[in-house]
T-cell receptor
Framework: DAGVIQSPRHEVTEMGQEVTLRCKPI?????LFWYRQTMMRGLELLIY????????DSGMPEDRFSAKMPNASFSTLKIQPSEPRDSAVYFC?????????????????FGPGTRLTVT | QKEVEQDPGPLSVPEGAIVSLNCTYS??????FMWYRQYSRKGPELLMY????GNKEDGRFTAQVDKSSKYISLFIRDSQPSDSATYLC???????????????FGEGTQLTVNP
């Protein structure tokens, strides 16, 4: 298995521009998570989906952030317009939620992250 | 108050030392406990997983959970320079199957093992 795939790996953009981050979860996983990691705030959960449906978006900082999951194999996180304070590493993670069928319920597999710099 | 508290360090030890990493939590609904290891410029990866009080051993690593005290630990024996990384504790309550699940992470402890 290729693991969780994220693109791009690095993104440098100017303030005010739209940024779209992409994620392909592990095949068969039914939950997908978007996190943001900074030195100051650590790893923060932004939003998560279960069976392509957004379950909790309370971590999304503000309306400039939006996320979609049109199908089980693809998700996007969009920032429009971007600001310098959005600079961070954004991780996507996936897991399989199936009660106790999984040997390790709630284990999440992380992608390599997208390092975003907004100037 | 944060649901999960973890000392961010940094922690620096000599090679061969025993390392102890700890987290406390306040949510008594947490039932599943994990330790993730994150190397620089990489995503976190699962290191240890447990759901019961007591100890779980895997090679040089031991995870310990004390639900009565709401306290979990990770011990690393005979630490190696390759263990230098950030270690994040994570935990989850059992949630409805229809809503999936989430992990609550500590802020991570940065560990350096010096040769």
């Amino acid at each position: 298995d290729a693991g969780v795939i994220q693109s791009p790996r690095h993104e440098v953009t100017e303030m005010g521009q739209e940024v779209t981050l992409r994620c392909k979860p592990i095949s068969g996983h039914n939950s997908l998570f978007w996190y943001r990691q900074t030195m100051m705030r650590g790893l923060e959960l932004l939003i998560y989906f279960n069976n392509n449906v957004p379950i909790d978006d309370s971590g999304m900082p503000e309306d400039r952030f939006s996320a979609k999951m049109p199908n089980a194999s693809f998700s996007t996180l969009k920032i429009q317009p971007s600001e310098p304070r959005d600079s961070a590493v954004y991780f996507c993670a996936s897991s399989f939620t199936g009660g106790l069928v999984s040997p390790r319920p709630y284990e999440q597999y992380f992608g390599p992250g997208t390092r975003l710099t907004v100037t | 108050q944060k649901e999960v508290e973890q000392d961010p360090g940094p922690l620096s030890v000599p090679e061969g030392a025993i390392v102890s990493l700890n987290c406390t939590y306040s949510n008594s609904a947490f039932q599943y406990f994990m330790w993730y290891r994150q190397y620089s410029r990489k995503g976190p990866e699962l290191l240890m997983y447990t759901y019961s009080s007591g100890n779980k051993e895997d090679g040089r690593f031991t995870a310990q959970v004390d639900k009565s005290s709401k306290y979990i630990s990770l011990f690393i024996r005979d630490s190696q320079p390759s263990d230098s990384a950030t270690y994040l504790c994570a935990m989850s309550a059992r949630e409805k199957e229809t809503s999936g699940s989430r992990l609550t992470f500590g802020e991570g402890t940065q560990l350096t093992v010096n040769p």
